[in-house]
């Protein structure tokens, strides 16, 4: 793979990155994930706009432009032969050569990454076919989960805590109401309403959440924005989750509870058509 590296294309085994990195130190980092179907990325400006925000919650210097991002994007696309997979953008405070909990002084340089996966057959995958088995565990992250960070280490344990259980993801639960999937937005659809929570600090401002949104409206599907416990969700006709690197993907069973008849419900199946369709 060719990689970017702070103003450079390199190939991977060739980027580096200084173990005072505050990526690395304090997970002092923030970053997106945008998909591509058929070699073009899927809204880009949405991601964009995410990512000056949580770089500017957390004061931390944008390390480019708008334009400069959306070309180092598509300078990798093209260099890697991407037709199909997700593209992993990350910025970190940089580093001043040392360990300190005290930012470093505002002039510092951030570190930008970026690099490709490849993932043929992304659009049409088995996984989103079959539909997803999660299971339910508590949210114990930090309070400020509307900025991406990469402070992952709770949600990979969540995904490995659905793995050992035989399920595919976890839902969190706060205060007794789901928040979200471990990397995505969480939905269930009772007789013809879909449910997810409303945009706050507890969750993800999820770009695929919004596109998702918007395209059940026009399709005048229901919605409603409002908390829900996990035993609604698993009472629910259907249920799935949205995320850049699974679009829409239903869910069909919680906590070892099958939802409707244990396969993909209608409106996922619809609105994973729908979207597919519309951001091509
Ligand atoms: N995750 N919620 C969380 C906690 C997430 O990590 C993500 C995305 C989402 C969905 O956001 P979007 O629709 O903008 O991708 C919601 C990415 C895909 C990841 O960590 O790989």
Not at 68 to 97: A, C, F, M, P, T
Not at 119 to 143: F, M, N, T, Y
Not at 154 to 163: C, D, I, N, R, T
Request: aromatic share 8%.
């Amino acid at each position: 793979r060719t990689v970017y590296v702070n103003g450079e294309y390199l190939p991977e085994t060739e980027a580096k990155v200084s173990i005072f990195d505050r990526g690395f130190l304090f997970a002092d980092a923030v970053y997106e994930v945008t998909s591509i179907l058929d070699g073009k990325l899927i809204d880009f400006e949405g991601h964009a706009v995410r990512l000056e925000r949580s770089l500017k919650e957390l004061d931390m210097a944008s390390p480019c432009s708008k334009d400069e991002l959306l070309e180092i994007h598509q300078k990798l696309v093209e260099l890697n032969d991407i037709n199909e997979g997700l593209i992993y953008l990350q910025v970190s405070r940089g580093s001043d050569g040392d360990r300190d909990f005290v930012f470093p002084s505002a002039d510092t340089k951030p570190t930008l990454v970026l690099f490709t996966q490849n993932k043929p057959g992304l659009a049409d995958s088995d996984a989103s076919r079959k539909g997803a088995k999660v299971i339910s565990i508590e949210d114990i992250r930090w309070g400020r989960r509307d900025i991406k960070t990469v402070q992952l280490l709770y949600p990979s344990m969540g995904k490995m805590m659905a793995k050992a259980a035989g399920a595919d993801d976890a839902w969190m639960i706060e205060d007794g109401h789901v928040t979200e999937g471990t990397s995505n937005n969480a939905y269930f659809v009772k007789d013809g309403t879909i449910v997810t929570r409303p945009l706050s600090n507890d969750i993800l401002h999820g770009i695929t959440r919004k596109a998702v949104l918007r395209m059940a409206e026009e399709a005048q599907m229901k919605i409603e924005e409002r908390l829900f416990t996990i035993d609604e969700a698993k009472e629910a006709d259907e249920a799935f989750t949205t995320s850049a690197s699974a679009f829409v993907m239903p869910v069909v069973e919680i906590d070892g509870q099958q939802l409707g008849d244990g396969t993909p419900g209608p409106i996922a199946k619809r609105l994973r058509e729908i979207y597919l369709e519309e951001s091509r």
